[in-house]
T-cell receptor
Framework: DSGVTQTPKHLITATGQRVTLRCSPR?????VYWYQQSLDQGLQFLIQ???????AKGNILERFSAQQFPDLHSELNLSSLELGDSALYFC???????????FGSGTQLSVL | QKEVEQDPGPLSVPEGAIVSLNCTYS??????FMWYRQYSRKGPELLMY????GNKEDGRFTAQVDKSSKYISLFIRDSQPSDSATYLC???????????FGKGTHLIIQP
């Protein structure tokens, strides 16, 4: 168990809908990262937050947004969902800004 | 050219064999090198973490980094069926841009 908690584990929704994925980092970790994993693209970095502030952006679509709350948990919001958004979404946390990442077990999103 | 290249496999070897997994990269700014193991539909698990060039050993696992060749390796000795998983290399320049992952090598250890 990595100590990173992600909910829900599975999410099935329809195109055009909006969903929220939640992540609680390991105790003491200030950085939260979101990654998307699909079969053809591998693990793609979406966005990083450090102690509540956005730190870095990767290949995150404009339809997607995230935030980190004062208690350090984070949420990833996906809107206007498309079939191609179906993927595993992972949250990871680290103690500092760019150290060893510890991953949660992921949220499997299926857009039908 | 992609930033990180990794053969997707599958790589199938008999139990007890020495396994060699590799990644090449193009960005000379990478300074931190990691290997993650991922079982099917689970989160990646950190196996090895190295900084700059050199070797690091942890039990049956050895990580090697050759920055001059932009080549990193993970060796698994006395491989076990439980080692069957996807192994991803991950690299970082130390900046605020997360890790860059290879696409992973699917390893199968045959009993």
């Amino acid at each position: 168990d990595s100590g990173v908690t992600q909910t829900p584990k599975h999410l099935i929704t329809a195109t055009g809908q909006r969903v929220t994925l939640r992540c609680s980092p390991r105790s003491g970790d200030l950085s939260v990262y979101w990654y998307q994993q699909s079969l053809d693209q591998g693990l793609q970095f979406l966005i990083q937050y450090y102690n509540g502030e956005e730190r870095a952006k990767g290949n995150i679509l404009e339809r997607f947004s995230a935030q980190q709350f004062p208690d350090l948990h984070s949420e990833l919001n996906l809107s206007s969902l498309e079939l191609g958004d179906s993927a595993l979404y992972f949250c990871a946390s680290s103690e500092g800004a760019h150290e060893k990442l510890f991953f949660g077990s992921g949220t499997q999103l299926s857009v039908l | 050219q992609k930033e990180v290249e990794q053969d997707p496999g599958p790589l199938s070897v008999p139990e007890g064999a020495i396994v060699s997994l590799n990644c090449t990269y193009s960005n000379s700014a990478f300074q931190y090198f990691m290997w993650y193991r991922q079982y099917s539909r689970k989160g990646p698990e950190l196996l090895m973490y190295t900084y700059s060039s050199g070797n690091k050993e942890d039990g049956r696992f050895t990580a090697q980094v050759d920055k001059s060749s932009k080549y990193i390796s993970l060796f698994i000795r006395d491989s076990q069926p439980s080692d069957s998983a996807t192994y991803l290399c991950a690299l970082s320049g130390g900046g605020a841009d997360g890790l860059t992952f290879g696409k992973g090598t699917h390893l199968i250890i045959q009993p």
